[in-house]
């Protein structure tokens, strides 16, 4: 098996600007910065687990620390992963042993949040965003679907987990919630609260991974998650948000679909068809739906859920 080192992004989908991480071995490719889905047909019914490390491998924990240590000092690559199986390569590790590789650290990465955070540091700390999704990857503009749920929502208490540069945390101030964003990104909370002061708003910028970060009880009116990568797949995750809402809160989530057709990697917790509603079965669900549409990340043709869900 080879490596694949230049990726076939979906036809309309958006460049994955940052950085994309292949794992051909574990048969999963996901843009970075978007969390988009670059499946390699061949390679998708792959398992998602890295096979057992022969006799004298390298250990995982080895694997990620060489990894993860690159990755901090990589330059934000377009070939991403691409590059450090490049880097493999030139140090002559066989392509098995990468391929091997690949799947340990595809494993980890949705698992240690140090991952997300280099990912991220990177996407957010460029200076050069013009703006415009198709070629920064992401919109920077605030999501429609969220803006629609909280239309005629009295403001209240808002806590955005993942909230990136802040295009949502910012309008939900703009709007008048009072709202604390979550980010184990450095480079996005300090992004997010640079956007806050050049709307004129406020903001709590928290930078935190969302397993140390304390929710709280009874304390947010509102939770949004877009595209935020977590653990909703966690019963226990999806608990300790139903108990940080207040009676009636909502959960606004917005987030990719896993399809075998077009999978994700699984750190951005892209939940197979109807998934999502079943995580979600302790809250009423005032409305849900699953689609094929243009992403704020991910671009044209991803699949899409959107749900809003209430505290009961
Ligand atoms: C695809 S971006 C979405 C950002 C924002 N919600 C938006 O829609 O523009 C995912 C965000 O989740 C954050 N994230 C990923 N894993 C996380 C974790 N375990 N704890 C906290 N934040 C995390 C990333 O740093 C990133 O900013």
């Known amino acids: 098996m080879r490596v694949n080192m230049s990726p076939k ?4 989908a958006w460049p994955a600007i940052a950085v994309v991480l292949i794992a051909a071995a574990a048969g999963f ?3 970075g910065s978007l969390g988009a889905q670059a499946p390699t047909p061949a390679l998708s019914q792959a398992p998602a687990q890295a096979p057992p490390p022969t006799a004298g491998a390298v250990s995982d924990d080895q694997v990620w620390r ?7 000092a990589a330059p934000p690559d377009p070939s991403g992963l691409g590059a450090y199986a490049a880097e493999l390569a030139r140090r002559n590790v066989p392509q098995e042993e990468i ?4 799947g340990v650290i595809m494993r980890l990465f949705a698992v240690k ?7 991220y540091d990177k996407t957010f700390n460029r200076t050069a965003l013009t703006g415009r999704p198709e070629e920064d990857g992401f919109a920077s503009v605030p999501s429609e679907f969220l ?4 239309k005629g929502v009295p403001p209240g208490r808002a806590l955005d987990l993942g909230m990136g540069q802040g295009r949502n945390a910012v309008a939900l101030a703009k709007a008048g919630w009072a709202v604390t964003g979550v980010d184990v990104s450095g480079e996005a909370v300090a992004a997010a609260k640079r956007n806050a ?31 935020a990568w977590a653990p909703v797949d966690e019963p226990a995750f999806v608990e300790r948000v ?6 009636g809160g909502l959960v606004v989530f917005e987030n990719f679909v896993g399809t075998p057709e077009r999978p994700h990697a699984p750190m951005v917790r892209a939940l197979p068809p109807g998934a999502t509603r079943e995580a979600f079965a302790g809250f009423e669900i005032v409305s849900y739906e699953e689609s094929t549409g243009t992403g704020d990340w991910g671009g044209p043709g991803s699949n899409l859920v959107r749900m809003v869900a209430r505290k009961k």
């Open 99 to 102: 391929q091997r590789r690949f």
């Open 242 to 247: 139903r108990a940080s809402l207040k009676p």
């Open 147 to 150: 803006v629609g749920a909280v």
């Open 66 to 72: 060489e990894f993860i240590d690159w990755f901090r």
């Open 9 to 12: 992004v979906p036809a309309g």
């Open 29 to 31: 490719v996901a843009g």
């Open 113 to 119: 949040p140090e991952g997300a955070e280099v990912l």
């Open 197 to 227: 002061a050049a709307a004129g708003v406020d903001l709590e910028g928290v930078k935190s991974d969302y397993a140390s970060f304390d929710l709280g009880r009874g304390a947010w009116d509102l939770v949004a998650m877009i595209f």
